[in-house]
């Protein structure tokens, strides 16, 4: 907080290539990234879409695949405490119904994993492994209300919307983004300028088969603004600045929210 209690947090998103199957690896890749966002004065790192398994096919899924109470992510925990960090990472998840869904989670600084959000909107190669997730859950966290959404539900208004009408300010989301990379800025602008809220997307590198990963990960204000971009197709970690006044003051000049009409929209 600063005098006049508004709170401010730097917001940092990385960025590395995966290896396939390599949880050990790619753990110690996300405890080094930890280590150089805490450095930087960040209090919260956005980690892209399934880093910490890689990208599965339909027969590598299962076996990438770890439960949220498991040994995989107590290490992330400890990695969150002792860099005193929030994380946000995607795995992918297998449930105690036996399911697997492509899953974000949100380790607060204490190390306590407070949340877990499955992707709604799947994509072509997720539905032949992939269960989908049924809604989207802001929740508080070092006073910031915030909500977590994976890649493709980018391009849907209605993701980063229902958290914004549940009081979110910021949204955090992790990629593996197979399109243009113009139009993944342009998304992640979009959902940005539609709630006057502030949004980190971190995005995956390397590929998927023949297929590359695209995009850069990118920090954006309530205008829609880059306040951070990293370099595309290079290890990276990018920071900026968190503001409830700047939420404040474009929701006060644009009352997209207040202004709803959910009555008009068929």
């Known amino acids: 907080m600063d005098g006049e209690g508004t709170l401010k947090s730097i917001l940092a998103c990385g960025q590395f290539a995966p290896v396939p199957g390599g949880i050990q690896e790619n753990t110690d890749r996300i405890r080094s990234l930890a280590r150089a966002a805490a450095g930087r004065g960040a209090a919260i790192l956005v980690l892209p879409e399934l880093c910490l398994c890689g990208y599965p096919s339909a027969a590598d899924a299962r076996k990438w695949a770890v439960h949220p109470e498991g040994a995989e992510i107590a290490r992330l925990s400890a990695c969150a405490r002792e860099n005193a960090i929030s994380l946000c990472l995607g795995f992918a998840e297998l449930g105690p119904d036996d399911v697997l869904r492509n899953s974000m989670g949100f380790i607060d600084s204490a190390g306590i994993l407070m949340s877990v959000y499955r992707k709604v909107h799947l994509w072509i190669t997720e539905k032949e492994w992939a269960v989908p997730g049924t809604g989207f859950q802001a929740m508080t966290a070092g006073g910031v209300r915030l909500g977590m959404w994976i890649c493709y539900d980018t391009r849907f208004p209605e993701t980063a919307r229902s958290l914004a009408r549940s009081g979110a300010t910021l949204g955090l989301v992790g990629s593996a983004w197979f399109g243009p990379p113009e139009e993944w800025e342009l998304a992640i602008r979009s959902r ?18 023949t297929a590359p990963f695209r995009g850069a990960s990118l920090i954006v204000d309530p205008h829609g603004r880059v306040i951070a971009q990293a370099r595309e197709g290079a290890d990276d970690v990018i920071c900026a600045e968190y503001d409830d006044d700047a939420v404040t003051s474009f929701r006060a000049r644009v009352p997209l929210l207040g202004d709803l009409r959910p009555g008009a929209y068929g």
Request: proline share 0%.
């Open 192 to 209: 940005a300028l539609d709630n006057g809220m502030f949004v980190a997307g971190a995005t995956v590198l390397g590929a998927f088969g």
